[in-house]
């Protein structure tokens, strides 16, 4: 079984209230719902969220999507992990159903343009590898480190941000920028100490299409 989670804390400060604001005539929360409420009609599935914001909480249950879960204060703030809040969120639901989930898949509600076909493809690739602990979305990147980025050396000079003699971009290893839509974890993953999300057995989807991430 997987549960589908989908946090949106009400503190903003890049974007004040930012999961809530109207985009093309509908809160940005709502279509991470409706795209999670269609993919869990494809698959054996239980959504739930996680907020500290009452305003969020009612917002979302507009769209169908109700909770008895609070996030605690300690998962709330600016220095608070996201896989931190989102174990919180699976215990509780764990515990509310009686069940261990196999697979936990969580929706950014800042990146929305994802789709059920995304996700559809992206849960056959982890499933596909009894090895890969979680997978993460991502966009072929439109700057390389090996090749047109560069980072200080110390000395008050610059210097590619990773070695190669590669004269073309083309010829450098290819490279991707991690979008923030959407991540599944196999429940194994939050029984590790670290909650590190790109770890030595992620998985990449990428996206053949555009995806932007409001923060």
């Known amino acids: 079984m997987l549960l589908i989670t989908l946090c949106a804390r009400g503190g903003s400060k890049g974007i004040p209230g930012k999961n809530i604001l109207p985009i093309n005539g509908k809160p940005l929360i709502a279509y991470s719902i409706d795209t999670a409420m269609r993919f869990s009609q494809k698959v054996d599935a239980r959504i739930a969220i996680s907020t500290d914001d009452e305003v969020i909480r009612q917002t979302a249950a507009r769209f169908g999507l109700t909770t008895d879960y609070q996030r605690p204060a300690v998962f ?8 931190e809040a989102i174990l919180d969120l699976l215990r509780f639901e764990e515990v509310k159903t009686g069940s261990r989930f196999e697979y936990i898949l969580d929706l950014d509600v800042t990146s929305p343009l994802r789709t059920v076909e995304d996700l559809e493809q992206a849960f056959d690739m982890i499933q596909q590898d009894p090895d890969a602990l979680n997978l993460f979305s991502v966009n072929k990147a439109h ?13 008050g000079y610059y210097q590619l941000v990773k070695k190669g003699e590669f004269l073309t971009r083309q010829s450098a290893p290819p490279v991707y920028d991690l979008n923030a839509s959407f991540y599944f974890y196999r429940r194994s993953f939050f029984d590790r100490e670290k909650l590190t999300t790109i770890n030595s057995r992620s998985m990449v989807y990428v996206m053949p299409h555009i995806c932007f991430d409001l923060d």
């Not at 709330?76 to 896989?83: E, F």
């Not at 700057?143 to 000395?155: A, I, K, T």
């Open 76 to 83: 709330a703030t600016d220095s608070a992990g996201k896989t």
């Open 143 to 155: 700057r390389n480190p090996y090749f047109n980025m560069v980072e200080p050396s110390g000395d």
